[in-house]
């Protein structure tokens, strides 16, 4: 008997396995595939090695500007694969490495809830107190015509493409589809971004997500908003533009970068009556799900589709169902969009603060205000907004688009965790030269 049987070896289904065995419970982990899951093997981590890999390149044709000049620069994808399958191989071999130390027994097999208390793991049946589901999502395939054509590709296949397209066609403006119109263009890829939705980057601050939009066009990115894709043909993909007009763009690639879908199939969900639709599994802020003893994180239950958001959540339902009272707080999870620029967002954006009748207000400076960051993005740009309560001047809201943003937005995500009015954060000292400056001359604007 277990006192945990965690499914899925995900970064909420690992980070969950061996918080539960350093406080000294017995766990089990399934796991079907690799350990690490999505993120780490097709995600996070691989999309990340390769969007280094052609910041460099880009770096380096611009290097006139810092006054570095190279003859020759070729981007060889066959070595960049390379070093992110080397680089993901590493990190997998840390995860398994941290398993055993913390004494979490790893089960290979295709986990299935039998009942409430009770894993099938291929023909073995295990027992717990508690089951945790963590099970992850997988790349959603709408029911466009042609989307099984020979030149598409989704966010996991594409990550092995070993030819550099001419053309690609990315439908979907999401964080997967930017991330990916990034680096195909700074590699020399002529892209076009499709989206339905009449903003790039849906549901962050649009004047960060107007700021990212004007760059990638400046780059070269071309973007069809508002449109509906009909079909993927042999050479391309046929739309229909936001004005109804009947349209198409040639590619010699198709990314399909319309999101992900939790992992909800064949896991025994009905049969032990867990509460959940296509969107999930139905879990409250501690983790529980409809079923006592039962408890869901990460992809699976749809909430937020971000790798720290799971691990949060797994530790979180850790720690009530062995007693210790805790509970995620959605607002002041952080997100990022890893393009160039980077977008850094946490807490309420004003859409949302004047939808609930919050009053508040705002600063917004420029990311130039930083020396560092004028030193090392020649030419770039960027913004900090902050937005505080007008009675409190707590922090609300935090949204960031400039390169480095992603390495201080978790500043920003304590301050909202901890209700930070503007006045203490403002007495908070910020290292100089650092482009985390320009979020203190954002807070020093409000208080």
């Known amino acids: 008997m277990y006192d945990l049987i965690v499914i899925g070896a995900g970064p909420g ?18 796991e079907k595939g690799r350990t690490g899951g999505v993120c780490l093997h097709a995600g996070c981590i691989p999309t990340k090695a390769l969007l280094k890999s052609a910041r460099v390149f880009a770096e380096c044709r611009r290097g006139a500007a810092y006054g570095v000049h190279a003859a020759e620069v070729r981007f060889d994808m066959p070595a960049v ?20 130390r913390a004494g979490v027994e790893i089960v290979a097999g295709h986990g299935r809830l039998r009942s409430p208390g009770a894993v099938a793991v291929d023909s073995r049946v295990l027992e717990a107190r508690h089951v945790l589901i963590a099970t992850g999502s997988r790349p959603a395939a709408p029911p466009i015509p042609g989307l099984d054509s020979p030149i598409v590709r989704d966010s996991t296949s594409i990550l092995e493409e070993r030819e550099i397209p001419a053309r690609i066609a990315i439908i979907g403006a999401g964080y997967i589809g930017l991330e990916f119109a990034c680096f195909f263009s700074s590699i020399g890829t002529g892209v076009t971004v499709l989206e339905m939705l009449p903003q790039a980057a849906g549901g962050t601050d649009p004047d960060v997500a107007a700021r990212l939009l004007r760059t990638l066009e400046k780059d070269g990115v071309a973007f069809k908003l508002g449109c509906r894709v009909t079909r993927v043909t042999g050479d391309g993909v046929d739309y229909v533009d936001a004005a109804g007009a009947p349209a198409s763009v040639a590619a010699s690639l198709v990314l399909n970068a319309t999101g992900r879908v939790p992992v909800l199939d064949e896991i025994g969900l009905k049969e032990a009556g867990v509460d959940y639709d296509a969107r999930g599994i139905r879990a409250s802020d501690e983790g529980r799900t409809s079923v006592p003893g039962v408890w869901a994180c990460g992809d699976v239950t749809g909430r937020r589709l971000l790798a720290h958001a799971a691990t949060r959540e797994g530790i979180v339902a850790v720690n009530n169902m062995f007693g210790r009272r805790d509970r995620v707080r959605y607002h002041a999870i952080p997100s990022v969009i890893y393009t160039h620029p980077e977008i850094a967002s946490v807490g309420w954006t004003e859409q949302e603060l004047q939808s609930r009748g919050v009053a508040y207000r705002r600063a917004v400076v420029p990311m130039a205000v930083s020396g560092r960051f004028l030193v090392e993005n020649e030419g770039g740009t960027g913004l900090v907004k902050v937005l505080a309560g007008e009675r409190y001047g707590e922090v609300l809201g935090v949204h960031m688009a400039g390169d480095g943003a992603s390495e201080f937005v978790a500043l920003a995500a304590a301050m909202i965790e901890m209700e930070m009015p503007v006045a203490q954060a403002a007495e908070l000292v910020f290292p100089h030269p650092t482009v985390s400056e320009a979020l203190k001359s954002a807070i020093l604007e409000l208080r």
């Open 13 to 30: 289904g690992y980070e969950a396995a061996a918080h539960a065995a350093r406080m000294g419970k017995k766990v089990a982990l399934v």
């Open 81 to 100: 694969l390379e070093r992110k399958n080397r680089i993901v191989g590493a990190l997998a071999r840390g995860v398994q490495s941290m398993l055993e």
